[in-house]
Structures are given as C-alpha cells and as structure tokens.
C-alpha cells in the first residue's frame, strides 16, 4: 500500500510560477475533534520547483490567506524529537522534517516514527558543516548524497525519502543549488523563522516571533524551527494553539509520486531498550545531546548558532543579492 500524490490535474501556481499538484489532505488518523489539524497537502515536483522560501528566493509555496507550512531541521533527537512529535500528533498536524544524516543514523527508531506519523521526511546534509557554501564541488556531493544515503537506511524503504533538501544555516550557494537541481532535488530555503535556535530564548519567544514574522509576510509562509532543542518543544503546542485561535490552517508539502504508507518500526520493548541504554540525562542541554550522537561534528556544532545567526540576519536584507 502506498501514500498516493496522484491528482489528475497539473498547475502553475500563477503567483510564484511554481509547478503543484494540489490534493487533499486525510484525516482518517485524527480522533481530536477539535484539533488544528491538516487542512490540505501541496504536492511538490522538485523538478518542476527547484528553490522553495521567499526568504532566499523569489518564490515560495503558492499558500492562500492563513495558511502555513511548519518544517523542522537538525533531529531526529529524544527527548525533544519525540516531545514535538507527540504535540503534532495532538493535535493532528503534517509537516516536514529536514534530517542530518548522522543524527539519523543515532537514531533510527525516531526516524521511522517520524515517517509512520505521516510527517514528510527530507534532507539537511550528512553532518550539518557550518560553512557548506565555501565547500569545494566533492565535499557538497559528499554531504548531499551521504545525508541522503544516511536518512535512507534509517527509514529502511529508499522509497520513503523525499527529494527535499534544505542547506545547514541556509548557507546556500550556486554550486550547492546546482548539484541538488541536476539529482532532482527541491532547496528549501524558508519565508518564516523564529530564532529558535538562539541560546536563552523562550518558548513564548519562539512563538511571538513566529506570529510576527507570519503576519508580516501576508498572513502565510514557510516556517523553520529545530526539534533539537527544549525550548521549540515546548513552544510547539502553544504556536499550534496560537495558530488555531487566529483562524490559521496548516499545509503539508509532499513530494510527486508513490511512497510507502509506512515503513517496518521495531517492537516498542526494543526501541524502550535502545533508548535507556543511549539515553541522556533529562538536564543535559540539546546541544551535548546532539554531540553525543555524532561526536565528529563536535567542532562544527559549537560553532553552529553564531553562524545560523548571521546566515539569517542576512536575509532580511539581500533580496537584491539572493532572490533570483
């Protein structure tokens, strides 16, 4: 059985020239009556779509009035993955995940799961290099195909991956872009942040920043946080909450084709195990958790915020340098 993208008709999103197959969105799965949930999917062929997110380029996802696509970087990492994981579920919302390749491989249980909630499941390099934009053409092709290898075998079923991937800290460049268009690849650059990244905000921050930068943005948009860390778990079900009361619906962007309805999960006993035998303690910051995964990226990752921090603050004034 597989989770079908077929529509009978293909469109031109005439606002931002991007090619969509619309569908609608299932809720079989959704028991909460009352929940957000998702109102309908954009099916997105990456070859006809090769750069997503106004905050880089000159389109983005062709969203009507209130509605928002949520994506996540960085995880899969317990217990912040699955707390985030558990308040999408709550209230019966889609979205899609960008996974670095070695947490994916520390971590392949939540992988699956991620994937069995009905989440798209796309890709955000190997090991997450802080500076992919100056990497020669051999390393970007080893951090894009090596993350993709990584988050394949995690998923255990190559057909669940989709061709999504977005660049560590946005650091994009023509070369990166180049290789991904020529493997078929959508880039997915973002129209919304929240800062969730930075060290010492809060949950509330997360969310009135999130708010903001929505309605500054026509009431819509791509938005990128991390499931990485305890604060965006804790923000979620209060943006969900903040989301629904103002009138907002979610989108779920999924890629062409057939994918599988869900891939093999080991029994709850053994991932349990697992889990306690590589378990970090409750008070122990995302960020060593996220080195205890992939202990080679330690150079990288403590390098990682001030350069995410300065990829962003960029954005928001080089449209005559980025938007192409």
Same mark, same amino acid.
């Given at each position: 059985?597989?989770?079908?993208?077929? @529509?009978?008709?293909?469109?031109?999103?005439?606002?931002?020239?991007?090619?969509?197959?619309?569908?609608?969105?299932?809720?079989?799965?959704?028991?909460?009556?009352?929940?957000?949930?998702?109102?309908?999917?954009?099916?997105?062929?990456?070859? @006809?779509?090769?750069?997503?997110?106004?905050?880089?380029?000159?389109?983005?996802?062709?969203?009507?009035?209130?509605?928002?696509?949520?994506?996540?970087?960085?995880?899969?990492? @317990?217990?912040?993955?699955?707390?985030?994981?558990?308040?999408?579920?709550?209230?019966?919302?889609?979205? $899609?995940?960008?996974?670095?390749?070695?947490?994916?491989?520390?971590?392949?249980?939540?992988?699956?799961?991620?994937?069995?909630?009905?989440?798209?499941?796309?890709?955000?390099?190997?090991?997450?290099?802080?500076?992919?934009?100056?990497?020669?053409?051999?390393?970007?092709?080893?951090?894009?195909?090596?993350?993709?290898?990584?988050?394949?075998?995690?998923?255990?079923?190559?057909?669940?991956?989709?061709?999504?991937?977005?660049?560590?800290?946005?650091?994009?460049?023509?070369?990166?872009? $180049?290789?991904?268009?020529?493997?078929?690849?959508?880039?997915?650059?973002?129209?919304?942040?929240?800062?969730?990244?930075?060290?010492?905000?809060?949950?509330?921050?997360?969310?009135?920043?999130?708010?903001?930068?929505?309605?500054?943005?026509?009431?819509?948009?791509?938005?990128?946080?991390?499931?990485?860390?305890?604060?965006?778990?804790?923000?979620?079900?209060?943006?969900?909450?903040?989301?629904?009361?103002?009138?907002?619906?979610?989108?779920?962007?999924?890629?062409?084709?057939?994918?599988?309805?869900?891939?093999?999960?080991?029994?709850?006993?053994?991932?349990?195990?697992?889990?306690?035998?590589?378990?970090?303690?409750?008070?122990?910051?995302?960020?060593?958790?996220?080195? @205890?995964?992939?202990?080679?990226?330690?150079?990288?990752?403590?390098?990682?915020?001030?350069?995410?921090?300065? $990829?962003?603050?960029?954005?928001?004034?080089?449209?005559?340098?980025?938007?192409?």
């Amino acid at each position: 059985m597989f989770r079908s993208s077929a @529509a009978l008709l293909l469109i031109a999103g005439s606002a931002v020239g991007l090619a969509v197959l619309p569908t609608t969105a299932s809720a079989e799965d959704c028991t909460n009556p009352d929940a957000l949930g998702t109102s309908r999917t954009i099916t997105v062929d990456s070859n @006809a779509t090769p750069r997503i997110g106004t905050m880089q380029y000159r389109s983005t996802l062709p969203l009507d009035d209130h509605e928002v696509v949520i994506t996540f970087d960085d995880g899969p990492l @317990a217990p912040h993955t699955t707390r985030v994981l558990d308040a999408l579920g709550a209230e019966c919302v889609k979205v $899609t995940y960008f996974l670095v390749g070695t947490m994916a491989r520390a971590n392949p249980d939540l992988v699956r799961r991620i994937y069995n909630a009905g989440h798209v499941v796309g890709t955000h390099s190997h090991r997450h290099p802080v500076k992919m934009d100056q990497m020669e053409q051999p390393r970007v092709v080893s951090e894009i195909d090596g993350g993709i290898a990584a988050v394949k075998a995690a998923l255990g079923d190559e057909r669940a991956l989709a061709p999504f991937f977005r660049v560590p800290g946005l650091a994009r460049s023509r070369q990166i872009e $180049t290789y991904a268009a020529s493997q078929s690849l959508s880039v997915w650059s973002a129209d919304e942040v929240a800062d969730d990244w930075h060290h010492g905000i809060t949950a509330e921050q997360i969310v009135q920043r999130a708010m903001q930068r929505i309605e500054a943005k026509g009431h819509r948009g791509v938005l990128l946080l991390h499931d990485i860390h305890p604060h965006t778990a804790r923000a979620v079900p209060m943006l969900l909450k903040r989301l629904k009361a103002e009138g907002y619906k979610i989108v779920q962007a999924v890629p062409a084709g057939d994918r599988p309805a869900s891939v093999p999960e080991r029994s709850p006993v053994k991932v349990a195990t697992t889990e306690q035998q590589g378990a970090v303690p409750p008070k122990e910051p995302a960020r060593k958790a996220k080195v @205890a995964a992939a202990k080679p990226d330690a150079a990288l990752e403590s390098k990682l915020a001030s350069r995410k921090t300065r $990829t962003i603050a960029s954005t928001t004034s080089f449209e005559d340098i980025f938007s192409r």
